[in-house]
């Protein structure tokens, strides 16, 4: 693949174990580029960041979501299936990234659209270099809609 650059983009975060929010938005840093990593810790609250809604009315649409699957209160699974069933978001790309490996949560995952499924790694080399290709295969390869 060419080194074509990687543009600089808004990520959305929605985890809420602030260990993997610092290990995510250090290993970004870590890339070709320095995108803006938005953070929100329950599925509610990513919501109403998507939606723009009361303390979010300003936030820039974002280019990606990553989405844990284990969220207190409503679940990754729910806020998948909520970004998807709606017409002005659904065209957002979705990578889930949790620690669960189970079948049943990589296809419940597909059937509610997820754009793709990664497990958290176990080292800090492995997310950096999950990150990397996460960066260079939604900026660099594929075409999205501009919002």
Same mark, same amino acid.
């Given at each position: 693949m060419s080194e074509t650059a990687v543009r600089n983009a808004d990520i959305l975060l929605i985890e809420d174990n602030e260990g993997d929010v610092l290990l995510t938005s250090t290993a970004f840093a870590e890339g070709k580029a320095q995108h803006r990593l938005h953070v929100c810790r329950t599925g509610e609250e990513g919501l !109403?960041? /998507?939606r723009r809604e009361e303390e979010f009315a300003d936030a820039p649409r974002p280019d990606l979501v990553m989405l844990d699957l284990n969220l207190p209160r409503m #679940?990754?699974?729910? @806020? /998948?299936?909520?970004i998807k069933e709606s017409d002005s978001l659904r065209e957002?790309? @979705? @990578? @889930?990234m949790t620690s669960s490996n189970a079948e049943t949560d990589v296809l419940r995952s597909y059937r509610l659209h997820a754009n793709s499924y990664v497990v958290k790694p176990a080292s800090m080399d492995e997310l950096i270099e999950i #990150?990397? !290709?996460i960066e260079a295969f939604?900026?660099?390869v594929v075409k999205t809609p501009k919002f």
């Open positions: !109403a960041f /998507l #679940t990754g699974h729910e @806020v /998948l299936q909520d957002i790309p @979705v @990578v @889930v #990150t990397n !290709a939604w900026f660099r």
